[in-house]
């Protein structure tokens, strides 16, 4: 993962969706950025603005918690958003480089977590990874998530139905866009715990190409 770019895009797109009122700044009638400007997140975050622009270009190498904590404040973040940024940071300090790995087999599930799944009848019960593959079901998720199965084949992802698939997903989901911040949530949390998973970086890469939406989220 480029720890750096994905810091600055994760604050530039915080920063941008704030409001001056939600903050109880004044609007002003000659803003010329989207959201809140540079200098009132550093002000709010009681940061220098040469320190928290520093920090926006995505060098969050040994950035206190206290200053992210006071970032975070600043910035409205949600509880999943907040602990993403303390991944990231922990991955800019982090001198420790990717490992030369094998490439595995796919995951299957051994015939007692099987076993287990398909002892629960009453309610549908599944495996997913932090990636959101949708690893092994019981009959009852089989059949409840029939449609993803339909559209990605018989690796599904929810990610990849939720944002590649909309115009099924909207009716699959009660709710499309709680439903789909909530896997942009799983997903951050993912990269901050496992920042060199390629099937990760390629999951992310191939969201944020082919959905607006993602990118956005």
């Known amino acids: 993962m480029d720890t750096t770019g994905e810091a600055r895009a994760f604050l530039v797109s915080r920063r941008a969706r704030i409001t ?9 009638s000659a803003r010329r950025v989207a959201g809140l400007r540079r200098g009132e997140v550093a002000a709010l975050a009681n940061l220098s603005i040469e320190y928290y622009s520093r920090l926006e270009r995505g060098n969050l190498a040994g950035a206190s918690d206290a200053v992210l904590h006071a970032i975070a404040d600043a910035l409205l ?4 958003e907040r602990q993403y940024l303390f991944d990231l940071a922990n991955a800019a300090s982090n001198d420790a480089r990717p490992r030369a790995r094998r490439r595995g087999k796919p995951w299957t599930a051994t015939p007692a977590q099987q076993a287990m799944l398909d002892a629960i009848s009453g309610a549908p019960a599944f495996i997913r990874n932090g990636r959101l593959d ?6 009852l998720a089989r059949a409840f998530y029939s449609e993803i199965y339909g559209v990605t084949g018989d690796r599904p992802n929810f990610a990849r139905f939720t944002y590649l698939h909309r115009d099924r997903s909207e009716h699959f989901y009660g709710d499309w866009d709680r439903a789909a911040r909530t896997d942009v949530a799983i997903l951050r949390a993912e990269a901050g715990r496992a920042p ?5 970086q390629d999951l992310i890469g191939e969201l944020s190409t082919r959905s607006e939406e993602f990118r956005t989220h």
Do not use: F, H, I, R
Not at 20 to 28: D, M
Not at 134 to 139: G, M, R, V
Not at 196 to 200: A, I, N, T, V
């Open 77 to 80: 973040l949600d509880d999943a």
């Open 134 to 139: 949708l690893l092994a079901t019981n009959a």
């Open 196 to 200: 060199y998973d390629k099937g990760l």
């Open 20 to 28: 001056p009122e939600q903050v109880g700044l004044p609007a002003g």
